[in-house]
Each structure stands twice: as structure tokens, then as C-alpha cells.
């Protein structure tokens, strides 16, 4: 039996490719906005859409916040793409009054599953070399270059989320934002500076920069190995 997916509608945007996409990856989809629908399904999909402090607002509005938070602490499986990955951490400075400021009082507040702030990504590469922001387009994903404990490489990654998919395969990248390191990131990309491009928590939570929906056949594999992950959990 296909499990239930829930994509989490926080009316911001077409979440179509995000249900087809994971349809066609052999889930049973229902895109809510519905906290109950949210809490009673296999798994929660988090898909990215317009600005961190609206879509925090509207979430915490709408009820979805704390269930997708218990449900995440429940080990149900979980996908939030890009800016559903963001929302992940603890603060997003995208919306919030001092933007420019990350230590502001008046962050954002996302889902504090992971910690930090999620910041602007820089114009300007360490060495003087100017990046058109935001970034959008292919780019790489391979596995993080520092980790504070055990290092992933090449023998070890990837993790179940990119299983089946080579270290350095091409995503479709589209943000102006970026996440926090830390060793809960499986991987990385480049574009004016090394950031997560994917992150894990615990052994079924995940979050992606990119967006699956919309990376060919790298992204289809990424979305079937999500939804094998939610049929074993």
C-alpha cells in the first residue's frame, strides 16, 4: 500500500510539481493545510515557498507548526525543500524586520528542530570574486568537507536520501539564502561559499537547498528514495 504523504499547503504558491513529483515516486499525496491531515499521515513534506518569516507566520497561523514539530520528534519521516529546509532551524533573518542584521531579536522563528540562523548568502567569495544573487540554475551536491564528528566521504556517503545517486551529481538550485553548517549536514555546494545544500536529523528527518521536484532524474531518484524511506519507517 502506497504510504500517505502529507505536502504541507501553507498558501504561498503552485505545489504541484512537488505532488506530482512525489506521485510519480510511488507516494499517496495529499497536499493540506489541515494540522490533523498533517498529523495522521506516514509522512510530512515541507516544500519551499515565498519568505521565511511569512511562511513562519502563516504556519503558526494555521496550526501547522507544532504538529510538524512533534511529528518530526516522533522520528515520522520528513522532507522540507529549500525553503522547507531553512525552516528547519531555528531563526531565518528572509522577512524579518533587521534582515541584514543575523544576531536580530527580530528574527524569524522557524521549527527549532536544528540549530542556527539561516542568512544571506553572500555576493562576494573570499576572494573578491562577485556571485549573481540569488542563485539559480545546476549545481553540485557532494558530500560536506568538514564535519565536528566523523567525516562523510566517499566510502560512506551518500546517506539513504542520495542513495543510488554518484557524490557530484547536478540539483536545481534556487535561493538567495543559506543554512547554517554543522554535523547534521550530508551535503554541500558551492556558489559564492560552501553551504548545505542537504542536512539530516535524526534517521528519517532531511532537508534539501535544491529542489528534486525540478533536478531530472537525480531529483526523481532523490524523491523515490524518500518515499522507500517512509515505507520502511
Given at each position: 500500500?502506497?504510504?500517505?504523504i502529507?505536502?504541507?499547503?501553507?498558501?504561498?504558491?503552485?505545489?504541484?510539481?512537488?505532488e506530482?513529483?512525489?506521485?510519480?515516486?510511488?507516494?499517496?499525496?495529499?497536499?493540506t493545510?489541515?494540522?490533523?491531515?498533517?498529523?495522521?499521515a506516514?509522512?510530512?513534506?515541507?516544500?519551499g515557498?515565498?519568505?521565511?518569516?511569512?511562511?513562519?507566520?502563516?504556519?503558526?497561523?494555521?496550526?501547522?507548526?507544532?504538529?510538524?514539530?512533534?511529528?518530526?520528534?516522533?522520528?515520522?519521516p520528513?522532507?522540507?525543500?529549500?525553503?522547507?529546509?531553512?525552516?528547519?532551524?531555528?531563526?531565518?533573518?528572509?522577512?524579518?524586520?533587521?534582515e541584514?542584521?543575523?544576531?536580530?531579536?527580530?528574527?524569524?522563528?522557524?521549527?527549532?528542530?536544528?540549530?542556527?540562523?539561516?542568512?544571506?548568502?553572500?555576493?562576494?567569495?573570499?576572494?573578491?570574486?562577485?556571485?549573481?544573487?540569488?542563485?539559480?540554475?545546476?549545481?553540485?551536491?557532494?558530500p560536506?568537507?568538514?564535519?565536528?564528528?566523523?567525516?562523510?566521504?566517499?566510502?560512506?556517503?551518500?546517506?539513504?536520501?542520495?542513495?543510488?545517486?554518484?557524490?557530484?551529481?547536478?540539483?536545481y538550485?534556487?535561493?538567495?539564502?543559506?543554512?547554517?553548517?554543522?554535523?547534521?549536514?550530508?551535503?554541500?555546494?558551492?556558489?559564492?561559499?560552501?553551504?548545505?545544500?542537504?542536512?539530516?536529523?535524526?534517521?528519517?528527518?532531511?532537508?534539501?537547498?535544491?529542489?528534486p521536484?525540478?533536478?531530472?532524474?537525480?531529483?526523481?531518484?532523490?524523491?523515490?528514495?524518500?518515499?522507500?524511506?517512509?515505507?520502511?519507517?
Amino acid at each position: 500500500m502506497a504510504p500517505r504523504i502529507a505536502v504541507v499547503d501553507y498558501h504561498k504558491g503552485n505545489l504541484k510539481s512537488v505532488e506530482r513529483g512525489l506521485a510519480a515516486a510511488g507516494g499517496k499525496v495529499c497536499v493540506t493545510d489541515n494540522p490533523v491531515a498533517i498529523a495522521q499521515a506516514d509522512a510530512v513534506v515541507l516544500p519551499g515557498v515565498g519568505a521565511f518569516a511569512d511562511a513562519a507566520a502563516t504556519m503558526a497561523a494555521l496550526g501547522q507548526t507544532d504538529v510538524i514539530r512533534r511529528r518530526i520528534a516522533d522520528g515520522v519521516p520528513f522532507l522540507g525543500i529549500c525553503l522547507g529546509m531553512h525552516l528547519l532551524f531555528e531563526e531565518g533573518v528572509e522577512g524579518a524586520p533587521d534582515e541584514d542584521d543575523e544576531a536580530s531579536s527580530r528574527n524569524a522563528h522557524g521549527l527549532a528542530v536544528l540549530p542556527g540562523v539561516v542568512t544571506k548568502m553572500p555576493r562576494v567569495d573570499a576572494k573578491g570574486l562577485t556571485y549573481k544573487i540569488p542563485h539559480v540554475g545546476w549545481n553540485t551536491v557532494v558530500p560536506p568537507t568538514c564535519q565536528p564528528t566523523e567525516p562523510l566521504d566517499a566510502a560512506n556517503f551518500p546517506p539513504l536520501l542520495f542513495a543510488g545517486i554518484a557524490p557530484g551529481e547536478y540539483f536545481y538550485f534556487t535561493h538567495g539564502y543559506i543554512a547554517p553548517s554543522g554535523p547534521f549536514v550530508i551535503g554541500e555546494t558551492t556558489h559564492s561559499v560552501a553551504f548545505p545544500s542537504a542536512v539530516q536529523y535524526g534517521d528519517v528527518a532531511f532537508g534539501v537547498q535544491f529542489h528534486p521536484e525540478k533536478s531530472s532524474d537525480a531529483g526523481a531518484q532523490l524523491l523515490r528514495n524518500f518515499v522507500s524511506i517512509v515505507k520502511g519507517a
